[in-house]
């Protein structure tokens, strides 16, 4: 098979390959002893016989360059590459779960940035003697706190992406989504750094061997032939412009390839080939879920409210109850900050860490018709349930796919993780999950990156991640936000089809957009300021909305033969300003005084409705 490399790093790669082979082949290379010393030739000029001529003690400065690179490469390779691993997994950990493990890996590996290095140097080698071993144990203590600073900081900012949710969302396991899904996308900074490592690594080895601290003489090392050339810099100025310049060269050469290096390996570069560096799945199969049905509801919610950490006396979503059956799809509607999300993420165990549950519960029928209380299971029973029984769509297709892998291989992800079957067998199942949702030539979007997808495109990949397993529940929170309209048609016929296929699928469908809710939903939760104000179905609430903030949103809607749209005045008020009685009585022009006190609660106002309103009957 023949391998294409970029030409951006066909140079750098020679140069550096070049000086890597040298030091390979230094001992078959015919070379003078490198200790070897002829008193009579000391300092000897340049000569045909030694092209850079003797040292101060006789001996061959050309072969004391060849073998001193073997040394300073060795042990600075070495250094880096300890640091790194150690560095990496510190930085995973602590950027991942945060909290007491980011305390006692990331904040605790910063101790030793306290440490001068000449002063840790000379520690360890109180400790354990001067020579090579030695210096890779000071180097790789010395820059693991670099590395465990950079992946961190890459983490905190993979966490937060929805990508990283949906694996959640699959019910994932930690260890797999770090080591699959936060580690690729952190390795392209891990590179430069690596190189960066790697630069300083041979510099501060020079320096140490050059004070007596690292590499013993005579030992061929950079450092220690810059320390003897200064003795001898009157007689011999070459004997230090050799080391040097060997020193400068590689540390340059690193550099440029790493850096060329991290922008052909990102797939998320367009300059990135198709076929840049192929990955290995890392196996993780768990027991198939049962197969059955239920006619009850999918799922119960009752009560659920949710406190955001620093207001105590006021729920960010309180007292939010519905259910949805089997075959059935509730919409959840209202402007942004009324809770919506929230409510979704809420199901999944996927809360943000400053929001808990402090009241409620969530009863979910699996498909062997048990029931369980999704808010007091713990984590990984829930995850055995994310991605295979209850599967989330994200709002933004470009944040939710892993742009390090391929299409294909994260549809893939669900059922590897959820069912016991081979690789390929998941392949060959992700390919026709993509024909099935609309994909064109699903084999070649399959081998694809997502930035090689439009975003129709992307959002039919994840739908198509969603349905792998065929869940009994299926969130999808505003997937067609990012959508131009006539992509937002076909994902919502592809949706609305998926739900008439499988008819004991029930969907929670997130959205403002009260068209979308007329087109694809049965009945229709109405949420303000993180509560269900008004709930029923869909055509009788539309026809007649029995909440003022219902018909209020209808009102501003640009449908139908209204000469004029009505805006709703003021905006949503923010969690910590939420005022008593109804939370939309300040921009309600019918409310009164006994609309703004104690606690409003939800009241029949028709056969399966309801409404939070004292004056329903006055808007009905």
Request: hydrophobic letters at 45%; charged letters at 20%.
């Amino acid at each position: 098979m023949r391998i294409s490399i970029p030409k951006d790093i066909r140079l750098p790669l020679a140069l550096v390959g070049g000086i890597f082979l040298i030091t390979l082949l230094v001992p078959f290379l015919p070379l003078e002893n490198p200790v070897q010393m002829l008193m009579g030739s000391r300092l000897a000029p340049p000569s045909l016989e030694n092209p850079l001529g003797r040292d101060e003690y006789g001996r061959d400065v050309l072969s004391r360059i060849l073998w001193g690179a073997r040394t300073s490469l060795s042990v600075a390779f070495a250094a880096a590459l300890v640091a790194g691993i150690a560095g990496t997994f510190l930085g995973l950990i602590g950027g991942y779960f945060r909290g007491v493990a980011e305390l006692l890996t990331v904040r605790a590996s910063e101790v030793i940035l306290c440490l001068p290095p000449l002063l840790l140097a000379l520690l360890v080698v109180t400790l354990l003697g001067p020579g090579a071993g030695t210096l890779i144990i000071s180097l790789g203590i010395l820059y693991t706190p670099g590395y465990a600073r950079v992946v961190y900081a890459e983490t905190l900012s993979v966490r937060a992406l929805d990508y990283v949710a949906a694996q959640e969302t699959l019910g994932t396991h930690p260890a797999r989504i770090l080591l699959r899904t936060v580690l690729p996308n952190v390795m392209s900074p891990l590179i430069v750094q690596f190189s960066l490592t790697v630069a300083s690594a041979m510099v501060l080895e020079s320096g140490l061997s050059f004070l007596g601290l690292g590499v013993v003489p005579p030992e061929p090392s950079w450092g220690l032939m810059i320390r003897s050339a200064r003795s001898t810099m009157e007689q011999a100025p070459l004997l230090l412009v050799w080391p040097c310049l060997a020193l400068s060269g590689a540390v340059i050469m690193l550099n440029i390839l790493c850096d060329k290096l991290r922008d052909v390996l990102d797939p998320r570069s367009k300059s990135s080939p198709s076929g840049a560096s192929t990955r290995r799945r890392v196996a993780a199969r768990l027991l198939p879920g049962l197969v059955g049905d239920d006619e009850a509801s999918v799922i119960q919610i009752k009560g659920l409210t949710l406190q955001i950490a620093g207001l105590k006396e006021q729920p960010v979503v309180r007292d939010v109850s519905f259910s949805v059956r089997p075959g059935e799809t509730v919409a959840l509607v209202g402007e942004s900050g009324s809770g919506k999300t929230l409510t979704g993420l809420a199901l999944l165990g996927l809360l943000p860490p400053a929001v808990k549950v402090t009241s409620g519960s969530v009863e979910f029928t699996r498909r062997d018709g048990t029931k369980v209380d999704l808010l007091s299971l713990p984590d990984t029973e829930r995850r055995k349930l994310r991605g295979d029984e209850i599967s989330m769509i994200f709002q933004d297709p470009s944040g939710s796919l892993n742009p390090v892998h391929r299409v294909g291989d994260q549809v893939a992800e669900a059922m590897l993780v959820h069912r016991d079957m081979s690789s390929a067998a998941a392949g060959e199942r992700a390919v026709e999950l993509l024909a099935k949702v609309g994909l064109p030539d699903p084999e070649r979007r399959a081998r694809s990156y997502p930035h090689e997808l439009s975003g129709g495109q992307k959002q039919r990949a994840m739908i198509a991640s969603a349905i792998s397993n065929k869940p009994k529940l299926l969130i999808a929170d505003e997937p067609t936000t990012a959508l131009d309209v006539t992509i937002q048609a076909q994902i919502l016929e592809l949706l609305d089809g998926l739900r008439r296929e499988s008819s004991q699928m029930g969907m929670i469908f997130v959205t403002h957009n009260l068209a979308v809710v007329a087109e694809i939903a049965d009945r229709v939760c109405i949420m303000y300021a993180g509560e269900i104000v008004e709930e029923g179905p869909v055509g009788e609430v539309f026809a007649a909305p029995k909440h003022p903030y219902t018909r209020a949103l209808l009102a501003s809607v640009p449908e139908g033969g209204a000469k004029r749209l009505s805006a709703i005045p003021g905006s949503v008020p923010t969690p910590d300003k939420f005022p008593a009685g109804c939370r939309f009585a300040s921009r309600c022009e019918r409310a009164s005084p006994e609309c703004k006190i104690g606690i409003l609660s939800l009241q029949a106002v028709g056969d399966q409705r309801v409404s939070r309103c004292l004056k329903w009957k006055e808007v009905a």
